[in-house]
Structure formats: C-alpha cells, structure tokens
C-alpha cells in the first residue's frame, strides 16, 4: 500500500539491448518455452536493474500450465522472496471469496452484522464494497495515531472502531487499506480461524505456494497481517495462483474457487459510485476512462464493448505487478521490490515503479502479436552529437520509420515485424524522446541531420523514409536537404514545415523573432510547470485521442503508454530549431521531383494536417494521396491493415521501379 500518489514515472519501457548473464537466467525446460521474442521486455527489466532503481527483479508469463518465458535479473533467484505490497490484495481478496463459495459469509453482508461495534455509517459497509474501495472508510489510520501495524486483525478492528467513515457506502471509488482489515476479520469471525490458517488452508497449500504469507511492509517488525499491502511471496508462487485464476478457479484438475467466486472478483464491484477523474490507477496507467475500474481485489485496465475485463492486475507500488491478459490467453507476475533509499537512483530519477510496471503487459502482448522479427537488435548508437536508441531487423531496401511528437519508436509497432519480411526495417528515437539521449539546452540540432548520422552510422546510403506528424515534417525537411539520400518518402498526418522567409530578414528581424520565440517557449514552460507534467500529459493525451477516428477507442492503452512514458522534455525547456528555419516548401518545389511520394491523410485528422499534406501534394506532382477512411491522426496505429496495404503497395512499386532502372 502506499500512502500518497506516487510521482509519474519520468522513464521509457522501451527495448534496450541488454546482456543477462547466464548466471542470473532461470533454467526452463525446453519443452516449455515457446518461440516468443520476449527481448524487449527482458532488456525493459535489465535497464531498470542497470540503473539501480531494484537490487534485482524476476518475470514470469505464463500460459495454462505451460511457461513462455521465466527469467530473474540482478540479485533475485526463482526462490528469492518479496515483499509484494498491493500485489497482496488479490490474494486477500480469494481467500474471502472461497469463504462465500462455503455460504459462511455473503459478498452483501453488512460489516456491522459481524462486528456490531462499529459505527452506523461504516457498518453499512458491505463485504462487497471493503474489497473494492467504495466502502467510504478512510485509506489509513489519521495523522498522530498509531499506524495500521498491530499483530492481529482483532487489534486492527478494534482501533479502526473510533473513526469516523470520509462517505457513505457505495457512492465514491478511493483507494486504501483499511476496509480490508475489516473484511479479513469479518472472514476470521465467520470461520473460527485466524487469517493466516485462512490463506495457507484455503490458498497457498491447495496451490503449493509454500513460501507466500502474509507478513509485515516494512521488513523489520513483527506484525501480521495486513491484508492490502503485507503479503511476502516468490515467483512460481504467485504464478500457481494466476494459473488458477485463469483456469476459473481451477488448478490442475482441482478446483480452489467456485466460477460465480471468479466471476464476481473481475466484475465492476464500484457499480456507479463516483470516480474521481485524473488520477486513479486504470486512467495513469491505461489511458482508460471508464467508470469500472475494479473489481474485489483487483484492477480492470481494460474492458470489452460489453464491459466485461479483458485486462486484470494487482499492482504494487513497489513495483510488483500480477496480470492476466484475456484476449491472449495469457498471465504475468513481475516480481520486485524498489529501492526506496532517500538519495537511491530512484528517488533521484522520480522513479515510480507502480507506473513504470503497467508498460509490461503491453510489452508482452506485442511480443505475442508480433512474433520474433527476422535478424533483430537493437541498442545505442554513438552518432556523435548525440546517442539515439535504434531497433533494426530483417534484409532488404532500407525503411527508416520516423515518429510522432511525444511518441516513440513503439507507434511503429504494427508495421515494424510486418515490414521486416521485406525489407531492412530500422526505427528509433528522435532526440530527447524515448530512450534516446535528452537534448542540451542551447545546443542547436536539426532532427533530419540527427538522421543523416543514423543512416552514416548504419551504413544505409538511401532509405525509403516513412514519417508521421513530426516524423513526417522531419521527412520532407531530409528531402529538402539530403534528396541524394532517399528513395521514397512516405508522410502521413501532416508533410511540410511552414518556416520563416529567413533570405528576407535583416540581421534586425532575426535577432527580434528569436526573441519573441524564446519569450514564447518561457511562456509556455511556465504555463505547463504551473499545470504540472501530469495534468499537461492528460490535456495532450486527450487532444490526441480527439484527433483520431471515433472508432479508435483499441488504441488508447498503447498510445497512452508512450504519453506516459515521454520525457516531457520539450514542453519543458525551450528547444533547439529541431526543425528546417527556412521554408520548406520552395527547397522542395525546386527539385526535379523524382523521387516517389505517398502522402497518406486520415480522413478524422485535423484540418492543419491536411492543409500540410496538400500543400505538399501541390507543389510535388506526381505524388501519391491516399485517404484513409477509418483514421485520424494516428493512422498507422488506428488503421494498420489499411496504412500497411498502401504503404507495401507504394513500396513494392518503388522496388520494381529501382529495378527496372538498374
């Protein structure tokens, strides 16, 4: 459990080349490891361990009885064992629910009708509402009394009593801990049995999780237990429990809950009280909206048309994170504990693993989509000025995939693998977002000659450039500059930067639109400081989400993903000319227009797009428009069948054109 809101992650689940030693790599069977490319989240977890924000992690996915990938990073062995924190809840929460299945308590019993010495407000409270956080009682203890720490759940109770409930039951989504308590003790009353017989009886040994129990957060004390934060568990532990939870309750032929048990556990248990926007964990982590967020025990990150979850965790401000993914069939256990040193890295760094962990499931769910691309790495590349992240795969003509401002190298996730069949596929991050190193402020950079050194230090001397929004401006600013360099250009959601007519300003001018520029960017770092990263994040995002199609709701997760993720550099300090200072349009007017153009618009994108992409068409004939009717700004990602059909056509057409020329 964590008291406060934890700080948003400033940090990218990219994929990191990253060596783990055979020594920290837990053995498998062979049999049971399947051919998934899960590289990009083992280097993610590396990275993390790299840098020191955990002395050591473990993952573990896993689909049914069979395990697709298992691995431990650091110091951490497949028997280390962790303290879980809120990972804990969804153990706290089947253990009372195999209550219920034997008719010993109701999910609408009153807490009153156990524990009578409650007060009016907070004995309306049902079972069902104290495991999903709208029973309205306060998250902790208050301020200047004892915390939570007593060495039964009879003393908890009895010194939860004396509060006073914050709303009345049902009417308002909070999380926190302390109802828990009260439906732990409510179990112990209705059984005879102390919590923990409860757990190992009724969970841990039917599963053989033989070293989960329930034990203190803080390491060093001697309470138990504490239902929403003090569970202590290993790897493959947890692992049997999710194998359980999504075998409907049943683990290898033997049934631990009843179906309604599971059912009711995923269900939307907060049933209409209010969520406060902006802040609870599915919308950070997620993107998502909705007002079902939970269940009894857990997280519902996603939902279907019909409501119904197809994403569910239990995640850890320590960093531990439990999913299971229903549309692949498959569950993950990420086990951690950060380093929560006052001056360790991730204090420094503003490290959050309870934000960080959610880009794993999606990590794994590409991993599973996508399959492993042929002849893959990726890794840093020293380009001199700076470094930039890079992924490369497959053989053939060279594509450079260019991304969009405040995205990474992931918006190319549904043309990455695809592309790779084909050709020799490379994508990265632009400076100062994603993995790649942060920019200087006062060091003056052009994205485009950032791709000029990528392609130099590669060694690719002519690319088919693919860019959309900011890459695609950083395409036709390379096309001004470099044309010897490219074979096709591709643009989607936006084509030319409109600069100042610089041969026409006097040394006066310049000096004067500087000014007004730089007093502008001040401006603007003011207003998004004042808002803070997170809320000027939610506004972008929301505006973003605007731009696409109605339909584009299935994007949401991994779009937000990136927005999370993003550094916020840019809003935040004022920027080089990252972008050609002189106008674009004449450069490129001016050439003998060879070079094959596609110019790929979403029919819901806004009206500056595409006032950008036919002011290229204007001065390109021959260019090729295609207008995709299901997309808006983030066409790829909105409509990738479609995206990828028109950009395989033209590309295909580009190769036979090369080769009838040669």
Known sequence: MFKSKPSPVICTALCLTAAVSASNAASIPASSMHDYDFSCVSSTIQSWVDKGYYPGASILIGRGDKVLFERTYGTYTPATVVYIASAGKWLAAATIASVVDEGKLSWDDPASKWIPELSPGMGKATLRQLLSHTSGYPDYQPDGRRRDDYQTLSESVANIVPLTIDDAPGTRFHYGGLAMQVAGRMAELATGKDWESLFQERIA????????????????????????????????????????????????????????????????????????????????????????????????????????????SSPSWAGALPWIDKTRGVYGIFLTHVDVSQNGPAARDKFSGFWASPALPIMVRHALDTGDPPHFRSGMLDIGTTSLYYEKAGHGPAVILMHAHSADCREWDPQFAQLAKRYTVVRFDFRGYGRSKMPIEG??????????????????????????????????????????????????????????????????????????????????????????????????????????????????????????????WQPAHIEAHVLLDT???????????????????????????????????????????VTLQRAGHFSNMESPAEFNKALEGFLSSVNARNASDR
Request: charged share 25%; proline share 6%.
């Open 443 to 568: 060091e003056e950079f052009t994205h485009a000659g950032d791709v000029l050194r990528l392609m130099d230090n590669l060694g690719i001397k002519k690319a088919n450039l693919v860019g959309l929004s900011l890459g695609g401006l950083v395409g036709t600013d390379f096309l001004a500059l470099h044309p010897e360099r490219v074979a096709s250009l591709t643009v989607a959601s936006g084509a030319i930067h409109q600069g100042p007519d610089i041969p026409t300003e006097t040394p006066e001018q310049h000096a004067e639109r500087e000014r007004e520029r730089t007093e502008s960017q001040k401006a603007g770092i003011a207003a998004t400081l004042a808002e803070g990263i997170p809320a000027f994040k939610k506004h972008w995002f929301d505006s973003l989400m605007k731009s696409c199609a109605p339909h584009s709701e299935p994007i949401r997760p991994a779009l937000w993903q990136m927005i999370e993720d993003w550094s916020a």
């Open 205 to 312: 040994h039917p599963l053989g999780m033989t070293a989960t129990r329930f034990t203190p957060v803080d390491l060093g004390g001697g309470h138990s237990p504490m239902l929403g934060g003090g569970a202590r568990a290993t790897l493959r532990d947890y692992a049997r429990f999710l194998e359980m939870i999504q075998g409907d309750g049943v683990y290898r032929g033997k049934r631990i809950l009843s179906h309604a048990s599971i059912a009711g556990m995923q269900a939307d248990q907060v049933r209409g009280a209010r969520v406060d926007p902006g802040g609870e964990y599915v919308e950070r982590a997620y993107g998502q909206t909705y007002n079902g967020i939970y269940g009894l025990g857990e997280w519902r990150d996603e939902i279907d048309p019909q409501g119904n979850a197809t994403l569910i």
């Open 583 to 625: 106008p674009v349009a004449p450069k490129i007017a001016a050439q003998d227009h060879k070079i094959p153009v596609l110019i790929i618009k979403g029919r819901y994108d806004s009206d500056g797009s595409h006032r950008s992409s036919d002011a290229l068409a204007a001065i390109y004939p021959g260019a090729k428009v």
